[in-house]
């Protein structure tokens, strides 16, 4: 079955430190996303990835940044999180073709707090 | 600028009713929509999806209608499942453009 799995369910941090956020997929999918999800907002996308080493920035790129040095994993990064930055953040991934093509995959989220 | 939106936050329907949810679009570029359910503290898993070259997708209990013209489309349930309580989200695509662009969900629950 098909998986992709997030690093943290539950995270911590302070404001001003930097967060990793890491997500894995096993179906060798050339498409990554991150979403963070806020009530009434729906999901906002961070940034997206179509192929190793290339990233675009979505609707919601300021104060993240993204690494996708292998085409299984995909890293969030807040530089210096911000409270503002509290949110659940989301990966999924996506295949360009073949069986349920067009279905994202989604992990099962980080719930992030900035103190 | 909001181009897909759930204009209900949340929806009670009664246990073997049906639940009807609704979703508008302004993009008149988008081809391609989906139906996303999420439970509390999980990501969201697919429900069921719809081309625009079609009106109507069903699946099991589960049926999508796509309005062009309308720009609007809606997701129907019967019979409603206790199972059924969650968020839902409605999102669109543009043909070959990888992103999904979402709406704003709505929280369905079922009272048994």
């Known amino acids: 079955d098909v998986k992709v799995t997030q690093s943290s369910r539950y995270l911590v941090k302070r404001t001003g430190e930097k967060v990793f956020l890491e997500c894995v997929q096993d179906?060798?999918?050339?498409?990554m996303f991150w979403y963070r999800q806020d009530p009434g907002l729906g999901l906002r996308l961070i940034y997206f990835?179509?192929?190793?080493?290339?990233?675009e920035k979505g609707d919601i790129p300021e104060g993240y940044s993204v690494s996708r040095e292998k085409k299984e994993r995909f890293s969030l990064i807040l530089e210096s999180a911000s409270t503002n930055q509290t949110s659940m953040y989301l990966c999924?991934?996506?295949?360009?073709?073949?069986?349920?093509?067009?279905?994202?995959?989604f992990g099962p989220g980080t719930r992030l707090t900035v103190l | 600028d909001q181009q897909v939106k759930q204009n209900s936050p949340s929806l009670s329907v009664q246990e073997g009713r049906i639940s009807i949810l609704n979703c508008d679009y302004t993009?008149?570029?988008?081809?391609?929509f989906l139906w996303y359910k999420k439970y509390p503290a999980e990501g969201p898993t697919f429900l069921i999806s719809?081309?625009?070259?079609?009106d109507k997708n069903e699946d099991g209990r589960f049926t999508v209608f796509l309005n062009k013209s309308a720009k609007h489309l809606s997701l129907h349930i019967v019979p409603s499942q206790p199972g059924d309580s969650a968020v839902y989200f409605c999102?669109?695509?543009?043909?070959?453009?990888?992103?999904?662009?979402f709406g704003t969900g709505t929280r369905l629950t079922i009272i048994p």
């Open positions: 999924a991934s996506f295949g360009s073709g073949g069986f349920r093509y067009n279905e994202q995959f």
């Open positions: 179906m060798d999918h050339e498409n």
């Open positions: 990835s179509y192929d190793v080493k290339m990233k």
């Open positions: 993009n008149s570029m988008f081809d391609y």
């Open positions: 719809i081309s625009s070259i079609k």
């Open positions: 999102a669109a695509r543009n043909f070959g453009n990888e992103k999904l662009t």
